[in-house]
């Protein structure tokens, strides 16, 4: 027998960084020069969602903080355990509205696919960390019935990858689907939601570009960033290569209780954007999920925020405050 396992070195670099992801918070801490207690043994395999950490977002953190904003994302804490009232399992309740193993059709004009389950990082206020996943799985039949459904509703006019993040998966198979929707007509947008170009910049390769370029879709990608040190000069090259094949870039964040709740850092954030080519689009407040009470800022506080914000930045650079409210039509503002 010829082995079919693709050798190590025919592996693109960001899909080997997604392999070898650091998964252990032993590992991480001693990486940073903190002390192993600050997470208590076991804790990776208690929450149900194991900290995940690629190297090219370690590296952005600063040795020996504990504090500091990007590992704050990442780290799972004891109080994750904590249960919070008014803090649910799923509290976006995002099956009801998939008429599709992967497909969510909530908003009109809009549908969204659920490319991927798989994340490069593992966020620990993310509501999707008790998503099951594995009941959304579009693909058994390569993405056949998705496709069938958006050509069959002349009312769609833009498809959303996501996930997960839709990246994570292979260019060959984004490439297949990208182009079907291509095929069909009354379909004018294809946007992106996706943080890998954030944590592993090297997604951004000539593979994805190939497919972005070809499609004759007007073409979006919301990346998702919090906190200004998560853009580095890798981050900047991978947004100017999207931006040179056609591609809007916009950002969106969660406001985070000690990593970007302040009008300093969102200012900051907003600035750091602008200045790599990106524009800010959404600062979404907390998804009420459980195991993330820890990082909620309160409803008053967040307008003190935007207030401060509106006063100190152009229009551009202030992002939309919303929450998600499960049944209303769109993205609610605050
Ligand atoms: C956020 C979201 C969208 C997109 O909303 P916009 O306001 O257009 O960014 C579409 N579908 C679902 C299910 C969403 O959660
Ligand atoms: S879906 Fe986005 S926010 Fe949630 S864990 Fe994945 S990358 Fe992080």
């Not at 804490?77 to 249960?83: A, C, K, P, S, T």
């Not at 090297?202 to 990346?223: G, H, I, P, Y």
């Not at 200012?267 to 524009?279: H, M, N, P, T, W």
Request: proline share 7%; aromatic share 6%; glycine share 6%.
């Amino acid at each position: 027998m010829i082995s079919r396992t693709p050798s190590v070195a025919s592996i693109p670099a960001w899909q080997a960084s997604l392999r070898d992801a650091v998964t252990s918070s032993e590992v991480l801490l001693r990486r940073l020069g903190l002390p192993a207690d600050l997470v208590p043994v076991g804790q990776d395999r208690t929450t149900g969602f194991p900290l995940r950490v690629p190297e090219e977002f370690l590296a952005r953190m600063e040795f020996g903080n504990a504090r500091d904003p990007l590992l704050l994302q990442v780290l799972p804490q004891l109080v994750e355990l904590e249960v919070a009232a008014g803090y649910t399992e799923q509290p976006l309740a995002e099956e009801s509205f998939a008429p599709l193993p992967g497909l969510i059709h909530k908003y009109r004009g809009r549908v969204l696919i659920l490319v991927s389950g798989a994340c490069a990082v593992h966020c620990r206020y993310c509501f999707r960390r008790n998503f099951p996943y594995s009941d959304q799985q579009p693909w058994s039949d390569g993405g056949q019935a998705v496709i069938d459904y958006i050509a069959a509703d002349a009312s769609i006019r833009e498809v959303i990858l996501s996930g997960g993040d839709p990246l994570a998966v292979s260019d060959d198979r984004l490439a297949s689907l990208v182009r079907r929707l291509g095929q069909v007509e009354h379909l004018e947008t294809l946007r992106i939601h996706t943080r890998l170009p954030v944590v592993i910049p090297n997604r951004v390769e000539d593979s994805m570009l190939a497919w972005l370029e070809a499609t004759m879709l007007n073409k979006v990608l919301v990346l998702h960033a919090n906190h200004a040190r998560e853009l580095d000069g890798a981050v900047a090259a991978a947004v100017r290569r999207l931006r040179g094949a056609d591609v809007t870039v916009l950002n969106q964040a969660v406001l985070l209780r000690g990593v970007n709740d302040s009008e300093e850092r969102q200012a900051d954030l907003s600035e750091s954007l602008f200045r790599i080519g990106v524009l800010p689009y959404y600062l979404h407040l907390l998804d009420r999920v459980q195991g993330a009470a820890h990082f909620e800022v309160s409803e008053e506080r967040a307008q003190e925020i935007l207030r401060q914000l509106r006063g100190r930045l152009p229009g551009y650079l202030v992002p939309r405050l919303v929450r998600e409210v499960p049944g209303a039509p769109s993205k609610v503002p605050v």
